[in-house]
């Protein structure tokens, strides 16, 4: 899991949960319930790290740790 926080909310428009990660930008998922949202956003943020962790590597870049923010929810 990564420490890269992540924003769960209610989309009123599309009638769906959103988790959103505020650090890595275009990372969100949506699903039927929040748990389903979060383990959505979960899998597409690894996915997601694990390109730009190879990429950085490759360049030799730094990356910034996550945003230190409390932690609002978690995918079990």
């Known amino acids: 899991m990564t420490n890269h926080p992540i924003l769960p909310f209610w989309d009123e428009v599309d009638g769906v949960w959103v988790a959103d990660v505020p650090d890595v930008r275009f990372c969100s998922a949506h699903g039927e319930t929040a748990e ?13 790290l694990a390109d730009i962790l190879a990429d950085a590597a490759e360049r030799g870049i730094a990356l910034l740790p996550p945003t230190e923010r409390p932690v609002l929810a978690q995918a079990s």
Do not use: C, F, G, K
């Open 36 to 48: 389903a949202a979060l383990r959505n956003v979960t899998e597409a943020l690894a996915d997601i």
